[in-house]
């Protein structure tokens, strides 16, 4: 569920959506955090990688997003989804999402898996950043997780409290030493929802109201 490449994982860029971000001022949070978390992963990667212990994640690798039901997303991360959904998604990937949430019933993977690729790549939540693979790729269904949980890479804390801290504001946690205490104690996970279990349906319709504008 890496940003990879053939060679390996990607240099972390932050997203820009200048004109998108001043009428949002919450996308600007989350894109930040998404850059802490990306080179948080990226520097456990290049630890391993110094270790001999090389990434399986590459481009075209997907079974992941078919064997995890249960991917959690916080509200900041699912405002960040539904609004590249609605606004920023092109032609043909557009038709094609809005097909498959129409008929979520019948898909098995992610409802945003497409031709065995992320239909929303720059807006993926944390938890599909942070699932990473050493060694070999997973199996078809197989949940490295369960199957081999030293091939996965633990996200170095710092960086994932780094992004959490950022993105407190949103949940009206303003001042730094009450975002401190949340973090300590994980207040924010509370909060997070299962991707899957989210109201993906109503995308199609909010997509078209968009496109008529
Ligand atoms: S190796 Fe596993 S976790 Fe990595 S992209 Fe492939 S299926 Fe996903
Ligand atoms: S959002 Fe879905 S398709 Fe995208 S990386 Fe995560 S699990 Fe895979």
């Not at 019933?105 to 992320?118: E, G, H, W, Y």
């Not at 890479?153 to 710092?158: D, L, S």
């Not at 993105?167 to 009450?178: D, R, W």
């Not at 109201?199 to 319709?205: A, F, I, V, Y």
């Amino acid at each position: 569920m890496s940003q990879t490449s053939e060679n390996g994982y990607t240099q972390p860029l932050r997203q820009n959506f200048t004109e998108d971000e001043k009428r949002f001022p919450w996308l600007s949070l989350l894109l930040d955090a998404y850059l802490i978390i990306d080179e948080g992963v990226s520097e456990a990667i290049r630890r391993e990688q110094k270790q001999g212990h090389p990434l399986a994640c590459a481009k075209g690798c997907s079974s992941c997003c078919s064997s995890h039901q249960d991917i959690p997303v916080y509200p900041l991360e699912l405002m960040g989804m539904s609004w590249y959904i609605i606004e920023k998604l092109q032609p043909p990937l557009r038709q094609q999402l809005k097909q498959q949430l129409k008929n979520l019933d019948t898909v098995n993977s992610c409802p945003f898996l497409l031709d065995s690729a992320c239909s929303i790549h720059p807006m993926r939540p944390i938890a599909c950043r942070q699932f990473n693979v050493l060694n070999k790729p997973c199996a078809e269904g197989e949940d490295a997780f369960h199957t081999r949980r030293n091939d996965v890479i633990t996200p170095i804390k710092r960086y994932a409290d780094e992004a959490f801290d950022i993105m407190l504001p949103f949940y009206g946690i303003k001042k730094k030493a009450e975002r401190r205490k949340a973090i300590k104690q994980g207040a924010i996970h509370s909060a997070a929802k299962v991707m899957r279990d989210c109201n993906w349906q109503s995308m199609p319709e909010k997509m078209s109201a968009f496109d008529k504008r």
